[in-house]
């Protein structure tokens, strides 16, 4: 089983005799059995130990891994076609731990992050099927708006760390947004896409504390399936736990007194 980009002429390998050209989703992801050409991992493996046609190309979506891809090309072997099969949209690994600030592989929805010109960065959507925001509401065939917010989320603070947080390494980095305009064009479905960011404003001047303006696209199969307008700010992480800490024991002790003074704690 072979990998490429997808540069591959898709409409060469379908005109192939017998050959076929399917879309690949991770079994969280059954819906999308509903739609001609889209195989769930269960599903096409089944197929092919039942002696089923072997597809000239696999176009990977989301919720399929490396494990899940060795697990596919062990069934592959067993037909001896492991190394004819083309399989194609797959971005690489996740990205680091320290770029997106998540501590299960998992719940990281970036991969392959990449400069793309001054201030502006791309990454590939990889979406685990064990994500933390799939666990309990996945239904039709589209993925879940919450995804493409952690998404684009995680996007800006990747892009934070890898362009400015490596200068000041001795720091560590406490990245909130203050603001976010989302606005969703299309459904997005388990399919491949890729997410770009463009640092439109900054103010970088004081290391304990900057601010940034970015511009976000979501776009798969050649359209745009959201954008968003978001401010963020990265804050020394000393500086913004003096002030978290200040502002938590000012709201636990309003609301402390308003209990007290509606005497409550009198009855």
Known sequence: MSSASSGIDLASREDQVGATVVCLVGDRFAGMRAVPGVHTLSELVGDLRRGGPVPAAIVVGQGVGEYELDYLHSVLAKRGNA???????????????????????????????????????????VVHGENELLLDHQTGQHVQGMV??????????AVFEAEHGVRYPERHYYVVWNSIDLTFESFLFPLPARLTCEIVESSVEDPERMTFRARMDLAQSGAVAAHADIRFAAFDDHRIKR???RRATSAVESLVGRTTGEGVLNR
């Open 148 to 157: 493409v917010t952690e998404a684009m989320r995680q996007m800006f603070i």
């Open 243 to 245: 002030s978290e800490l």
């Open 83 to 125: 190394n004819e099969t083309v399989v194609l949209g797959i971005d690489g690994a996740p990205v680091a731990r320290s770029l997106v600030h998540k501590h299960r592989e998992q719940n990281v929805l970036l991969s392959d992050l990449r400069p793309v010109a001054a201030g502006r960065w791309e990454a590939g959507l």
